[in-house]
Nanobody, 126 residues
Framework: QVQVVESGGGLVQPGGSLTLSCAASGFTLDYYRIGWFRQAPGKEREGVSCISSNGGNTTHADSVKGRFSISRDNAKNTVYLQMNSLKPEDTAVYYC???????????????????WGQGTQVTVSS
């Protein structure tokens, strides 16, 4: 069964850090671009960060630049989203997605992603 699974969400205080993981099963991540998206209650889904299949290109939304970083370990079939200096406005369900089309490009357009995880909740609150 082909799927991606997110983990690492939780409750953190403002200014804190979390690392989200995106693990793939049933396929190899090597040939896929990986994107992280988030959706807060009452808001549209937002592209957060992505990394190309070879890791050579990354992109971050303006709202997280300088605070979030993305990396991949193809040997472990896993992509990581390191989130630092978290703010209450970062509270959302975070989704991992894998896309094979134009995989060497980094795009935060949800339409170019094929597989989606179930999401992991991140809550930033004191």
């Amino acid at each position: 069964q082909v799927q991606v699974v997110e983990s690492g969400g939780g409750l953190v205080q403002p200014g804190g850090s979390l690392t989200l993981s995106c693990a793939a099963s049933g396929f190899t991540l090597d040939y896929y671009r990986i994107g992280w998206f988030r959706q807060a209650p009452g808001k549209e889904r937002e592209g957060v960060s992505c990394i190309s299949s070879n890791g050579g290109n990354t992109t971050h939304a303006d709202s997280v630049k300088g605070r979030f970083s993305i990396s991949r370990d193809n040997a472990k079939n896993t992509v990581y989203l390191q989130m630092n200096s978290l703010k209450p406005e970062d509270t959302a369900v975070y989704y991992c997605a894998a896309g094979k089309r134009f995989s060497r490009l980094c795009m935060l357009d949800h339409r170019v992603y094929d597989y989606w995880g179930q999401g992991t909740q991140v809550t930033v609150s004191s």
